[in-house]
């Protein structure tokens, strides 16, 4: 073989390397996205605003792909006072929009605050994206 063409050989395969990292990995990726990869943790501010008590909710995305449409069980929600550009209940169905549909990037933490009784958020269903694995 000559040089000119182990040169090429070369060439390509550094090409082929280096792109590997920016393809969207296969579906063994994204079968790994379950519901306990999204992990809802909630707690106590601290802070009391016209007698209703305010939680921090972190909604974590630990799944290797991007995740969208992301919806949650949200039992009693008409009870709390939150921003609602955030998360909204469908109808009284007990079932909230998270983030607006929009996509929630791998390894992510998004936050948002309610006032009144604690609810009981868990994930309920959502679109897998582009995985990095």
């Known amino acids: 073989m000559s ?6 050989i070369v060439r390509v395969l550094c090409f082929v390397l280096s792109i590997s990292d920016i ?4 579906s063994s990726d994204a079968a790994s996205c379950t519901a306990d990869k999204l992990v809802i943790t909630q707690s106590l ?30 039992p009693n929600f008409q009870s709390i006072s939150t921003d609602t550009s955030i998360i909204s209940e469908i109808g009284n169905t007990g079932i909230c929009d998270f983030y607006k549909g929009k ?9 948002f605050y309610y006032l009144g009784d604690r609810i009981n958020l ?9 995985c990095y694995g």
């Open 103 to 111: 996509e929630l990037i791998s390894t992510d933490t998004y936050r």
């Open 3 to 8: 040089k000119i063409a182990a040169g090429a």
């Open 122 to 130: 868990a994930p309920n269903s959502f679109t897998i994206g582009r």
């Open 45 to 74: 501010t601290g802070r009391t605003v016209d007698s209703r008590i305010e939680w921090v909710v972190d909604v974590n995305n630990t799944c290797t792909c991007n995740l969208s449409n992301v919806q949650l069980l949200c």
């Open 23 to 26: 393809i969207p990995k296969g």
